[in-house]
């Protein structure tokens, strides 16, 4: 059964960098058709999508979020990572990590169970 | 930047049918943005439901069902039950390694 698990900081200041890791299990993030990413939702409000790469290597981004977001690939550890730059209050959310399938049927199917970050001083 | 439009709220009565709809600020939903639907109860991650516009995922009762109605995606609720109450959201692919989530409906069973 494949699981997926958020992990990092809880808190940030403004204007610093937000770092999540995502470390999967039961599964390889370099398994083919599949993209890995990163979805947010602030309190009391709906989802949205931040990023994700496919396995291939590609990464694509929110347009909305694009200037500030990095996600980044760590094969040998069976994980990813998200970075997102500049923060500020907005950007306090539950962030999730998520695997998507490309190919014929494109749709969420594994979460990983959301870590809530706080951007305060 | 488009935006995936959902009606923010709904209630259906116990038993009762409801359909949920998922459009485009500019078009129409077709079956090529696989649209795909999500159910998320408060402090839990998003369950799938559907995919690619009418595929149920492994495990979701065959009351909920997806469809193309008009120039939106819909997801009817069949028989609907206490524990449905529930936010949904729908997913569309706009191509280019791009998705977009709708602003979410929240169904309330009364």
């Known amino acids: 059964q494949l699981q997926l698990q958020e992990s990092g900081p809880g808190l940030v200041k403004p204007s610093e960098t937000l770092s999540l890791t995502c470390t999967v299990s039961?599964?390889?993030?370099?398994?083919?058709?599949?993209?890995w990413g990163w979805i947010r939702q602030p309190p009391g409000k709906g989802l949205e999508w931040i990023g994700s790469?496919?396995?291939?290597?590609?990464?694509y981004y929110n347009p909305s979020l694009k200037s500030r977001v990095t996600i980044s690939v760590d094969t040998s550890q069976n994980q990813f990572s998200l970075k997102l730059s500049s923060v500020t209050a907005a950007d306090t959310a539950v962030y999730y990590c998520?695997?998507?399938?490309?190919?014929?049927?494109?749709?969420?199917?594994?979460w990983g169970q959301g870590t809530l970050v706080t951007v305060s001083s | 930047q488009t935006v995936v439009t959902q009606e923010p709220s709904f209630s259906v009565s116990p038993g009762g049918t409801v359909t949920l709809t998922c459009g485009l600020s500019?078009?129409?939903?077709?079956?090529?943005?696989?649209p795909s639907w999500y159910q998320q109860t408060p402090g839990q991650a998003p369950r799938t439901l559907i995919f690619?516009?009418?595929t149920r995922f492994s495990g979701v009762p065959d009351r909920f069902s997806g469809s193309i109605l008009g120039n939106k995606a819909a997801l009817t609720i069949t028989g609907a039950q206490a524990d449905d109450e529930s936010d949904y959201y729908c997913?569309?692919?706009?191509?280019?390694?791009?998705?977009?989530f709708g602003g979410g409906t929240k169904l309330t069973v009364l």
């Open positions: 998520a695997r998507h399938h490309g190919g014929a049927a494109r749709y969420f199917d594994y």
């Open positions: 039961g599964g390889s993030i370099s398994s083919s058709s599949y993209y």
């Open positions: 790469f496919y396995y291939s290597g590609s990464t």
């Open positions: 500019s078009g129409s939903v077709s079956t090529s943005y696989y």
């Open positions: 690619s516009t009418n």
């Open positions: 997913v569309l692919y706009m191509g280019s390694g791009i998705w977009v």
